[in-house]
Nanobody, 121 residues
Framework: QVQLVESGGGLVQAGGSLRLSCAAS????????MDWYRQAPGKQRELVAH???????NYADSVKGRFTISRDNAKNTMYLQMNGLKPEDTAVYYC???????????????WGQGTQVTVSA
């Protein structure tokens, strides 16, 4: 069993910053790709940022230049540094990880419970 726990969300004024964390624990052999998604009220969940096990990254156009995804493989933890926040960034942010588990060495996709980010105008 693998658990992902997000933290770092909160309320911030437009132009401010937040840093989200996603810590993975459990029967982990290795973690491949990791992603941050977000879902605003009434909208579909969208991919915000992606990072491979080697550290290559991709971003949604809406956050390029403002958000930075990173990971610490030794700690099985991923981060999202969010700068220049805008009201339209308001959403529940979820982490996703492709985890190779120890018992079977199969890769499974796991989700965190989500953390609320609210940006006031």
């Amino acid at each position: 069993q693998v658990q992902l726990v997000e933290s770092g969300g909160g309320l911030v004024q437009a132009g401010g910053s937040l840093r989200l964390s996603c810590a993975a624990s459990g029967s982990i052999f290795t973690i491949n790709a990791m992603d941050w998604y977000r879902q605003a009220p009434g909208k579909q969940r969208e991919l915000v940022a992606h990072i491979t096990s080697g550290g290559s990254t991709n971003y949604a156009d809406s956050v390029k230049g403002r958000f930075t995804i990173s990971r610490d493989n030794a700690k099985n933890t991923m981060y999202l540094q969010m700068n220049g926040l805008k009201p339209e960034d308001t959403a529940v942010y979820y982490c996703n990880a492709k985890v190779v588990v120890t018992r079977t060495y199969y890769e499974y996709s796991y989700w965190g419970q989500g953390t609320q980010v609210t940006v006031s105008a």
